[in-house]
């Protein structure tokens, strides 16, 4: 390797890390949020959207449907310069007075290939915010977070599920 693809792969991976810490940022939580606790008599379904960018845009969007403790729903995260990962997901949600917590399973499908991922995710007045970090097989094909404690969360606002429902049959 010459100097020159040296420099550049060093600038490359400056350039990943900039672009990451603009689209994955700390979730900061200053209000109280509203309760998010469904008996086991209703349905729920919310819905979260994000789209960063002017020309170029990276867009994210979350549904959600909780039934008693079960969730499932879709999450697809569309970067403008990289490959899309979509797909279903189920799991479980556990609330609290100021937010509820998911934990499921990610059927994420990306570069022609689908593998199922563990997802964090916290729903509160503010949205929804996804959790990312390091994962690993864990032995059975499932990728699982490496470090729960330690995630970083890329937060959606919260939107009309007929908006994200106009995204979903364009793709």
Not at 78 to 93: C, F, Q, R, S, V
Not at 141 to 151: E, H, P, R
Request: proline share 6%; hydrophobic share 35%.
């Amino acid at each position: 390797m010459t100097k020159n693809d040296v420099l550049k792969v060093a600038l490359l991976c400056g350039a990943l890390l900039i672009v990451s810490a603009i689209w994955l940022k700390p979730s900061s939580q200053t209000t109280t949020p509203t309760p998010i606790n469904p008996t086991a008599s209703e349905t729920t379904k919310l819905c979260f959207y994000r789209e960063t960018g002017t020309t170029m845009k990276d867009i994210a969007w979350l549904t959600l449907t909780i039934n008693n403790t079960a969730t499932s729903g879709e999450f697809h995260i569309l970067p403008a310069e990289k490959d899309k990962k979509i797909g279903p997901y189920t799991g479980t949600i556990e609330s609290n007075p100021t937010m509820a917590a998911v934990r499921a399973t990610w059927t994420a499908s990306a570069e022609g290939m689908t593998n199922p991922e563990e997802l964090i995710f916290v729903v509160d007045a503010e949205g929804a915010h996804i959790g990312f970090g390091g994962m690993k097989d864990r032995g059975d094909g499932t990728y699982v977070y490496i470090d729960t404690k330690n995630l970083t969360y890329m937060d959606l606002p919260p939107v009309d599920c007929a908006q994200v429902a106009s995204l979903e049959t364009k793709m």
